[in-house]
């Protein structure tokens, strides 16, 4: 599962490069007879005046041990009057070509054998964009660095494993982690104003926290699952609320900001609550956030059990979802019922959602989890409840589907 690399033998050779900008001592020149003329011109065809070009070669990454801010690069260009430089030759087989200005930005690459053939090409800068994601750390290991070769982009994740990576141009480039002893590389295209989510899952957890509610707001982010949805609530019941203050019309949709609380009873951090006093039997309410594309449903056939925290009185349920015009819709569901005020750790099995019997809907379990797209809360009848920290335990967040 490991991809071992000499990681000295790799990098030493690059590290002159901190020391100098024009020179690359240890690498063959390759000598050519004609120039390369590039002209960059801005998103209107405007020549792109007074920009700077910094060439490196197509394998390099900056050294772990470089703190410095000085960009590293064995060439630099600015381009003329009409937004061009020449390049005569290259000290490198192959190498990159970045370009980041206000915004806009290039990256190609352009080898020995172009430069011999004496042509020349014109590019467009694009606006930039940037890179989000998580590496997935083993137990043993507190952070990951991140680079990108053929640049001196190099970054440290947190101790969770997060990085980001702001201003890069278009392109699908070759990225290199290095976490502990180890080195995973895979590649990420980065589109022209997007904002991109990458993760690293050479170590994988098998369980995913999808319901959290730390973020006390109705936009709920799941970070690494790149989820930022706006979570729902909806209610058939006359008297569902969650302060005296706040109660719910039926049928509407309330900000899901007002239905998160402190924990309390010793527990820290954020809740879900709510509260209804059933005035007609067989009402319910629920809220719900979608966690997969309606277009791509995820598999979540493998999950061994549904873990959370809750604490209350009533009856309560999980329920799975398939949702949209482009799939058979239906659900599964289990119930839990709740008889305490103290915070109790809940598990649900997948033998313990409803057998299937087309009732509302229900399609059963080995239906709806190969092909879920949102997760739902509900409460019926007389139910006062507080629930946190929803977690699927033997899946990836691989198997679901990235937003």
Known sequence: MKRLFLLLACLAPLAFWACSDKEVAGISTVETENAFLIQIVREDSKPAVGVVARMRSVDFVRDIEDDSSKAIFFEEFTTDSLGQIRIDSL????????????????????????????????????????????????????????QVYGTDRLVKTDSEGFYEMDSLPPYEYDMRVIIGDSVVEQSTKIDAGEDVSANVRTFEPD?????????????????????????????????????????IIPETRKDLSEF??????????????????????????????????????????????????????????IILETLGESNTEGKTLAYDTLKTDEW????????????????????????????????????????????????????????????
């Open 91 to 146: 000290t490198v087989k192959e190498a990159t070509i970045e370009i980041v200005d206000a915004g806009e930005g290039l990256f190609t690459k352009i080898s020995a054998e172009d430069i011999q053939e004496g042509d020349s090409v014109q590019y467009a800068l694009e606006k930039t964009g940037s890179l989000r994601g998580k590496v997935y750390l083993p137990d043993s290991v507190d952070y990951a660095w991140v």
């Open 207 to 247: 369980s995913v926290k999808v319901l959290d509610f730390e973020s006390a707001s109705a936009q709920f982010t799941i970070k690494e699952l790149g989820i930022s949805e706006t979570g729902y609530m909806s209610s058939t019941d006359t008297s569902v609320k969650t302060t005296p203050e706040v109660e």
């Open 260 to 317: 998160i609380v402190e924990a309390g009873a010793d527990r820290e951090g954020n809740a879900i609550y709510w509260e209804t006093s059933a005035a007609m039997r067989g009402s319910w309410s629920f809220y719900g956030i979608w966690i997969c594309k309606e277009e791509s449903p995820c598999d979540l056939s493998a999950t061994d059990s549904i873990v959370y925290y809750a604490r209350g009185t009533g009856v309560i349920s």
């Open 344 to 403: 109790q750790r809940r598990v649900i099995k997948p033998e313990n959602f409803k057998p299937r019997d087309d009732l509302y809907g229900n399609l059963g379990w080995d239906v709806i989890s190969k092909s879920v797209t949102t997760i739902s809360i509900a409460a019926y009848d007389s139910t006062e409840f507080w629930i946190d920290d929803v977690v699927f335990y033997g899946i990836k967040p691989s198997d679901f589907t990235a937003r």
